[in-house]
């Protein structure tokens, strides 16, 4: 055998094997992780017990509000186990929860909802404790969530009257109620125009 060979042989025993595949990134309900698609055929197909880590998952997330959409990211070691890390919920869940309504604008220009600065700033506490914005300051995640907001349909406000602030939400509900009915009866329409 001659000294190349020996000395490759020696590498590939002693250096780690190198993993390329990219961690897993998905959006999970806290406390309602199951092995049906999408998650199951997820997990499936990285070599993850699916029955395992829904367990793991729906054990992590007991003390938190279930259904609350979590972030998490799924990274696959050599030898089979992962490494799981959930992170809060998206900023556009926090910010329809303090608006109470649960879609944003239907139309450009539409207004969607109300929230005050002091919502905005609890709000941004929470998120700056996400690893992804931890270099940004405080003031910076209450800009972004300024813009998201804006991207949602909500306005941010200083103060909000409750009277005001109840009718606003009932001439809200009226508008996407007519929204959708149009959506159904245009969807319908199509429908009836292709068969």
């Known amino acids: 055998m001659s000294k190349m ?3 490759g042989k020696f590498l590939k025993k002693t250096l780690p094997k190198i993993d390329h595949s990219s961690s897993l990134r998905v959006i999970i309900p806290a406390g309602m992780a199951n092995a049906k698609p999408p998650l199951g055929s997820q997990l499936g197909q990285r070599n993850i017990n699916v029955a ?3 367990n793991d998952f729906n054990k992590k997330t007991e003390n938190i509000i279930e259904g609350m959409p979590l972030p998490c990211r799924v990274k696959v070691k050599a030898d089979g186990t992962y490494d799981l890390v959930i992170n809060n919920p998206p ?3 926090f910010l ?3 608006a109470g309504i649960e ?3 239907m139309c450009k220009g539409e207004i969607a909802g109300r929230i005050t600065l002091k919502h905005l700033y609890e709000i941004a506490c929470i998120k700056s404790q996400d690893r992804s914005l ?3 300051s405080l003031e910076q995640v209450c800009k972004m969530l300024v813009g998201i907001a804006r991207t949602c349909g909500i306005e941010v406000v ?3 009257d409750p009277v005001e602030h109840e009718e606003f939400m009932r001439l809200r509900e009226e508008n996407v109620q007519i929204r959708l009915e ?3 009866l245009s969807k319908e329409a199509k429908m009836l125009r292709t068969t």
Do not use: E, P, S
């Open 134 to 136: 931890a270099l940004l």
């Open 5 to 7: 060979a020996a000395k």
């Open 158 to 160: 200083h103060k909000l």
């Open 182 to 184: 149009d959506m159904r």
């Open 52 to 54: 395992n880590f829904c």
């Open 103 to 105: 879609r944003g604008k």
């Open 91 to 93: 900023a556009t869940y």
């Open 96 to 98: 329809k929860q303090a």
